[in-house]
């Protein structure tokens, strides 16, 4: 499994979260707590809103703890939104194609988790996404298939509906498949201006996901990058967490209950 981070509000450098904390990302990519795994060193991307609308997105396969080119850049960068990712591959190939976060137009998007059985579906699921969609993959990961698959269900226009339509379809193929594996699915959608965090799983354990709404901005964490729980709010599971200028809230509703089912 992988280790994220997100910051939306007032503009800050990305230094200040991925690098500088006690246990910031750059080292839970060495010594995570809360992972399936405890080093996350099969590549990292950083993706960040500048003056343009699209994302600015810099993505290596290289450990993060290693890259001097990553610590540079982020105490050079400063974003009112961004993303930051580490990862351990769950099968797929340790690739600059498969490292997150993944673009598409303004949209950035970022998976911890994984599609149980995913290579016994694969080529199901990439027929189900329309070539507009399908021109745009570049890796071979299932978060990818997913997001892509997700623009194509509306996700753009609905991000908790959108979503919980693209669940249901994969858990209908994973069945079909007699794949036994659970779908687990703790992901972040952003447009630059609202962030979508999604804490879903089928089988009720999905990885952790936390967040912290301070007067600047909202920072939503894989685990806590102070090495602290105190300060941090957990996401429920089947929850998703919607923010928008530093303003965050939980739905817990009908879109929760229907993801959950998925």
Known sequence: MCRFLAYSGEPVFLSDLVCAPTHSLVHQSLHADEGKTETNGDGFGIGWYGERPEPGVYRDISPAWSDENLTNLCGQVRARTFFAHVRASTGTATARANCHPFVYGRHLFMHNGQIGGYHRIKRRLEALIPDTFYDQRRGSTDSEA?????????????????????LETIRGLMKEAGVSEPLRFTALLTDGETLTAYRWAC????????FRDGPGGIVVVSEPIDGCREGWQVVPKGGTLRARHGHATIVTGPEAARSRAA
Not at 150 to 156: K, P, Q, S, T, V
């Open 146 to 166: 997913i997001f892509l698959l997700a623009l194509a269900n509306g996700i753009e226009q609905d991000p908790v509906g959108a979503m919980a339509r693209t």
């Open 203 to 210: 089988d009720g354990r999905p990885p952790s996901l936390y």
